[in-house]
């Protein structure tokens, strides 16, 4: 694709949907989405009117962590395809004017990687070894892990060779082995890797625990906690300076290509400033706006969180991305039903409060519309369109989240985010194939959330998205300017950019709506007598 020098950057406005290729369209039926299936639904992807398609990984894996664990970063997983359907899937997405961004997954391979293999057939010392973060032990026989981290995953960061004194370093599962990006043999595959997928005409690479390639050399004890925290997440194996030199060679590799590639950082640093730091001109161009996904159902606390990122991202001349759920996250639309929405839960089980659902829903409609009426680029997770909720009552044998089995079922995990989409309200697996096979079941409640039964509804959700991403389109709303409109009330945000005025009614009460016409609206009855209904959102505009 051509560059055009007169205007920004795609990236700067993008609105980026992601694909979660397990779980998009399983096309051959074995119950695992693969290629073939997002073929298939290119021109609903187009028709969506979106700009560009995020893929969690297809490579070749033996899916211990849902193929973010790669054992091949130059070939497809059969389960999901081969080379030559990524290049017909890449192409069919190019035509309809659609980008391709893959994730690349660098801190960590599978252990199934040759690399690995290697390492583990090799002695101590070796260079074999030292692709990797091998240690000795500590205690008598080295019968003790290096030090005291945890991985994200639960359990002890060390697995112990057996019948060695040395340990491996694995920051999530056993099965994840930690690269040494120390070393300047990993530094050169990976220059090699990004060369390959952007020779076969990608556009971009999403950069998975992009904040956790550098640990610091003595790889100190550390009781911190794993997750993101106050104050920024800074224990010895995250968000270190070194890292940062990674994204510059990277951003050399890339305008090798011309200068229409990009980096997204899938970086759980806080606060916005720390995160900036990923796409400072020499380095990444986007980063995930986590803050933003974290935020709680309070105008304050979004409108803080909107000024800061759009400060912050613009103080290094990036754009702010603008992201609600993904993979990794309980959807939000069954998040904002819960007591308090702002709480990230690890998945929800029977056992936990369960979402209201309709609530969720409503609240999810609005939200969308305060983050599509932002500049900058938004990320959806395939099925939000919808409005999918989670499979919040999934049963414990279908659990497959490392997370889970490696905390005893204590963390929840991801699976319920995760789960097969509904294309077809009567029909086996609600059309994820033909089959009815699904490796997650999904709840009966996907029925009513079908795509098929949307397309034919004009107040649908999925109708809703794609209204508003063609009017976000028609004003140019992201590369626009945001303007705060005073509310006399603390529950309701209003927000002028170009010519579109947003009203949002986080509260319960209606508000009066300003001067202008009603474009879009976030509920049937979301507008009576003037008047803005709660959980509500409506865009204006002027006459
Ligand atoms: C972040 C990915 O989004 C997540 O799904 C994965 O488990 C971890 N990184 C480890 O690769």
């Known amino acids: 694709m051509t560059q055009q020098h007169s205007r920004p950057q795609w990236w700067h406005d993008a609105v980026i949907y992601q694909i979660y290729p397990r779980s998009f369209m399983d096309a051959n039926g074995d ?21 560009a398609l995020w893929l969690s990984p297809f490579y070749r894996s033996p899916q211990a962590d849902a193929g973010y664990d790669v054992a091949d970063y130059r070939d497809v997983d059969p389960l999901f395809g081969t080379l030559e359907d990524f290049d017909s899937m890449l192409s069919g997405a190019h035509e309809r004017g659609m980008r391709i961004i893959v994730d690349i997954v660098p801190n960590h391979t599978s252990s199934e990687h ?9 002695s101590s010392g070796s260079r074999e070894r030292a ?41 999530f599962d056993t099965r994840q082995p930690d690269l040494d990006w120390r070393n300047p043999e990993v530094l050169e595959e990976f220059d090699n890797v990004l060369r390959f997928w952007l020779e076969r005409g990608v556009d971009g690479f999403r950069i998975d625990v992009a904040h956790g390639m550098i640990k610091v050399p003595e790889l ?13 997440n800074r224990g010895p194996m995250w968000d270190q300076e ?56 309070d105008a304050d606390k979004l409108r803080r969180v909107i000024d800061t990122s759009l400060e912050s991202y613009s103080a290094v001349g990036a754009p702010t991305t603008w992201v609600m759920s993904n993979h990794d996250s309980v959807r939000h639309a069954s998040r904002l039903g819960l007591s308090h929405p702002g709480q990230r839960p690890n998945g929800i089980d029977a056992d936990g409060e369960q979402p209201d659902e309709a609530l969720g829903l409503r609240r999810a409609r609005a939200l969308i519309m305060l983050t599509l009426a932002l500049p900058g680029s938004a990320y959806l997770y395939q099925g939000e369109e919808l409005g999918l909720p989670d499979h919040t009552t999934m049963p414990a044998r279908y659990r497959q989240d490392p997370t889970f089995h490696r905390t005893n079922g204590e963390q929840i995990g991801r699976d319920g985010c995760r789960v097969p989409l509904p294309w077809r ?12 096979e699904r490796w997650l079941p999904q ?25 508003l991403l063609a009017m976000r389109h028609e004003y140019g709303l992201g590369h626009g300017e945001l ?41 049937t009855d979301a507008i009576s007598h003037g008047q803005l209904a709660g959980n509500a959102a409506v865009w204006l505009t002027t006459p």
């Open 114 to 122: 040759v690399w690995f293999q290697e390492a583990l057939a090799s």
């Open 131 to 171: 692709r990797y973060m091998f240690r000795e032990g500590r205690g008598e026989h080295g019968e003790q892990p290096p030090n005291n981290w945890q991985s994200v995953f639960g359990g002890p960061a060390w697995t112990q060779v057996p019948g060695e004194r040395e340990w491996y370093l694995h920051l």
């Open 425 to 436: 309200a009567d029909a086996p697996a609600f059309g994820f194939n033909t089959t009815g």
């Open 242 to 297: 070194e890292v940062h030199e990674i994204y510059r060679r990277w951003n050399r590799v890339l305008t090798e290509f011309g200068r229409d590639r990009m980096m997204v950082a899938e970086a759980w640093v806080h606060p916005p400033a720390r995160t900036a730091r990923y796409v400072r001109s020499d380095e990444m161009q986007q980063a995930f706006n986590f803050d933003y996904l974290l935020t709680p159902w």
């Open 31 to 51: 119950g695992i989405g693969d290629l073939n299936g997002i073929i298939q639904r290119l021109d609903y992807l187009a028709n969506l009117g979106v700009d």
């Open 443 to 467: 709840p009966e409640s996907y029925a009513r959330y079908s795509a098929d039964r949307q397309l034919e509804d004009a107040d649908s959700t999925l109708e809703l998205y794609r209204r």
């Open 220 to 232: 100190p004890d550390w009781d911190g906690s794993q997750e993101m925290i106050e104050g920024g």
């Open 483 to 523: 303007v705060w409109q005073e509310s006399s009330r603390s529950d309701v945000l209003s927000l002028t950019n170009g010519g579109v005025t947003l009203v949002l009614n986080l509260g319960e009460t209606p508000v009066a709506l300003p001067e202008g016409q009603v474009a879009l609206q976030s509920a």
